[in-house]
């Protein structure tokens, strides 16, 4: 990863190297704390944040889920990403992590009056799966772990504890000689992939998940839009493993990982083991969106 010059934390833009914690941080010890990952685009007229208002609500209310009580409001912390990009004065595409976790001060699982603490730290970052990836499709494997099931845990929290799922889950993927994994729910239908939702596409119909068993991906909303536009029919509903087999078109979104093909899962070629046709098409109205060319979508963007 990129240094940046500042990261911001706790009211005050600190050097990069500065902004630390206490090895007694309450979250480092219990996993409760929420975050966000938001990206900006070099776009034409500048650097633009994609759907910040989205991202900063959906952080707030990952808070309001776990009970942590923030200490700003929405617009303050959307003002304190547009600050931090501006005083990092970045060249390339950016990507935006705001956290907020609780502090140094109280230990044991009772976490009211452990102190809260919110950062946000920016870096230059490339594609998350590889430019390959984006252009070929990657390998994909559906994990023996089941995604967090939602008896127990938040699925619309963007909360820390919840990527301990996603890692192992990546994990057995690339020890396995794939590049990402598939999670189903604990019914065995699809869920999400370990920081994506998914796609797939059979004889013209886009058909991706509810969100009942995967964050509600901005990515994925914004896909659908597109797809709309496009007068493509879409359905939410759910997707057993066969079905991911027998699919023309499979591909991935997500703020990182945008909106990445897949080729194949557990040794079955989709499609014809490229990047679809439709595919390629939201990817390329995708780009367009967030590269700010598509005047119907300028609402999306914070311009720095
Ligand atoms: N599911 C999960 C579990 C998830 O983490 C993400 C984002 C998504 C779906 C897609 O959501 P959205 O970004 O709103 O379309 N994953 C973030 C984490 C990446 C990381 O490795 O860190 C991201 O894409 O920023």
Redesign the pocket.
């Known amino acids: 990863m990129e240094k940046a010059k500042f990261i911001w934390m706790d009211g005050k833009f600190l050097p990069w190297d500065e902004a630390k914690v206490h090895i007694l941080t309450h979250t480092l010890h219990y996993g409760n704390g929420v975050f966000e990952?938001?990206?900006a685009y070099q776009t034409e007229k500048g650097l633009a944040i994609f759907r910040l208002r989205d991202?900063t609500k959906?952080l707030l209310n990952s808070a309001k889920i776990v009970k942590i009580d923030v200490p700003y409001s929405l617009e303050e912390l959307e003002k304190v990403q547009i600050e931090l990009l501006r005083k990092n004065g970045f060249k390339n595409n950016v990507?935006i992590?705001p956290i907020i976790f609780l502090g140094y001060g109280k230990m044991g699982l009772y976490h009211i009056g452990a102190p809260v603490q919110v950062a946000v730290a920016s870096w230059e970052w490339g594609t998350?799966l590889g430019e390959e990836g984006l252009e070929k499709g990657i390998r994909v494997k559906i994990s023996s772990f089941s995604r967090n099931s939602v008896k127990s845990t938040f699925g619309k929290a963007?909360v820390v504890a919840?990527?301990l799922n996603?890692q192992m889950a990546k994990y057995e993927a690339i020890e396995a000689g794939y590049e990402e994994a598939l999670l189903l729910d604990e019914e065995g239908f699809v869920a999400?992939?370990?920081?994506?939702?998914f796609f797939i596409v059979r004889d013209g119909v886009l058909i991706t998940p509810p969100n009942d068993n995967?964050?509600?991906?901005?990515?994925?909303a914004t896909v659908i839009e597109l797809a709309k536009d496009r007068g493509i029919p879409v359905e939410r509903r759910r997707i057993t493993r066969d079905e991911v087999y027998i699919a023309d078109e499979a591909f991935f979104?997500?703020?990182?990982?945008e909106i990445t093909p897949i080729r194949e899962v557990d040794g079955r070629v989709i499609g014809n083991g490229k990047r679809g046709e439709m595919t390629t098409q939201l990817q390329a109205d995708y780009f367009d969106v967030v590269y700010g060319r598509n005047p119907k979508y300028h609402h999306y963007l914070t311009f720095i």
């Open positions: 990952g938001t990206r991202h959906r990507y992590r998350y963007k919840n990527y996603s999400e992939g370990s920081g994506e939702c995967s964050l509600e991906s901005i990515t994925q979104t997500g703020t990182a990982a």
